[in-house]
Structures are given as structure tokens and as C-alpha cells.
């Protein structure tokens, strides 16, 4: 069965800071791999997913990822944190043909001036 | 266009009532989800329609949960009757046909038994 683990339950970074949230995997082969973001009163939003190809993924917001394989994670990075970034964030595996979705527990990202 | 919306926001029942929460997809989705989140744990399946026909339901609780999709429009997800470990958020996805095709989430129900 498929699992995520994002180890960091909370995390708090400087605005304009670099920022880095870990997110670790289990699935027997490659996965479908998922980053979604919950704002306080709203739904989760796609940041980005990994389908398969460059393992370098581009997502929104100038948010990115990097799937690599040998460790099994798929850790989400911005450069520079602004504070409409203060959010919840998840991590997300998928099996290749199926829609089903396993979530990871979650970080919440704070953000302070 | 309209994304997934969801009703109530928010739910409080007492231990033993009844509950429907629905979910309107986005127009044209075949395929929905509905998803719990109890507090402080991970986000989890709960089961998967297409269009009108149950995919896979393996993330339901017990048999206190009815899911229901007439038409392949909106769905429902009844609890009968609702015990305190079902207090959580209820959160409702749609995609399109492909596997590949994006889960679009809705905001939520957050239901609470008291």
C-alpha cells in the first residue's frame, strides 16, 4: 500500500526567506506525486504533481519540486517565502492508473515578518 | 466556471443524528471523491465515483456512511447515525475522465458531534 510521511508538522520561516518542506513516499514503483496547499476557509489547490519525466517540476505560485527516486522523496522548495504563503500544505502519492490519492498529515508554514 | 462546491460548511449534530452533506462537482467531471480529514490526522479516501457507479468505496468507515451520486451530478454522503469519531472535515474532489486529470478539491465540511 501506498504512504507519505511529511515529517515537519509545523514549520516557521522568515518572509524572503528560503523555505523547504520534506515529504518522503512509499509505493512499490514510480508514483504519481502530488504537492496541494489549504489557505484557512478554502479547498486545497494543486501547487504541482509529477507525472513522470524532468524530475525538476515547475508549479504555481513559483513553487517547485524535485522527485528523486533513490530516496523517495519529493521535497517542495521556494526560493523566497512571501507571507501569503502561510498555509497548510500536503503531500500526496497516487498509483499509476488509479485516481485514488494517500495524503501525508501535513505542514503548516508560518510566516513571520 | 464554477469550482466544486460543498454544503453545509459547517455541521454540529448530536451523537445519534442524522447528517447529509452534498458536493456539486464541477459540470462535466465524471469522476468524484469524497475525502475526511479527522483533527490533526491525514487527509483520507473515502471513495470514488464515476459518474453515477461506485469505483471503489475500501475507505468507508463502516456501514453508517452512505455515499450516493443520482444522475452522475452531485452527490451526497449520509451519516446514520453519527457517532463522535465522525467529526472531522469532509472534503469533496472532481476530475475529469483521464487518470492523469487534475482532483479539484472543494473548501470543505467541517462536521462536529457532540
Known amino acids: 500500500a501506498q504512504s507519505v510521511t511529511q515529517p515537519d508538522i509545523h514549520i516557521t520561516v522568515s518572509e524572503g526567506a528560503s523555505l523547504e518542506l520534506r515529504c518522503n513516499y512509499s509505493?512499490?514503483?514510480?508514483?504519481?506525486l502530488f504537492w496541494y496547499v489549504q489557505s484557512p476557509g478554502q479547498g486545497l489547490q494543486l501547487l504541482l504533481k509529477y507525472f513522470s519525466g524532468d524530475t525538476l517540476v515547475q508549479g504555481i505560485k513559483g513553487f517547485e519540486a524535485e522527485f528523486k527516486r533513490s530516496q523517495s522523496s519529493f521535497n517542495l522548495r521556494k526560493p523566497s517565502v512571501h507571507w501569503s504563503d502561510a498555509a497548510e500544505y500536503f503531500c500526496?502519492?497516487?498509483?499509476?492508473?488509479?485516481?485514488?490519492?494517500?495524503f501525508g498529515t501535513g505542514t503548516k508554514l508560518q510566516v513571520i515578518p | 466556471e464554477a469550482g466544486v462546491t460543498q454544503f453545509p460548511s459547517h455541521s454540529v449534530i448530536e451523537k445519534g443524528q442524522t447528517v447529509t452533506l452534498r458536493c456539486d462537482p464541477i459540470?462535466?467531471?465524471?469522476?468524484l471523491y469524497w475525502y475526511r480529514r479527522v483533527m490533526g490526522k491525514e487527509i483520507k479516501f473515502l471513495l470514488h465515483?464515476?459518474?453515477?457507479?461506485?469505483?471503489?468505496e475500501s475507505g468507508m468507515p463502516n456501514n453508517r456512511f452512505l455515499a450516493e451520486r443520482t444522475g452522475g451530478t452531485y452527490s451526497t454522503l449520509k451519516v446514520q447515525p453519527a457517532e463522535l469519531e465522525d467529526s472531522g472535515v469532509y472534503f469533496c474532489a472532481s476530475s475529469q475522465g483521464q487518470v492523469e486529470d487534475t482532483q479539484y478539491f472543494g473548501p470543505g465540511t467541517r462536521l462536529t458531534v457532540l
Open positions: 509505493y512499490g514503483a514510480t508514483p504519481y
Open positions: 459540470s462535466g467531471h465524471d469522476n
Open positions: 465515483f464515476v459518474k453515477e457507479s461506485k469505483q471503489d
Open positions: 500526496a502519492v497516487g498509483a499509476r492508473g488509479y485516481q485514488k490519492v494517500t
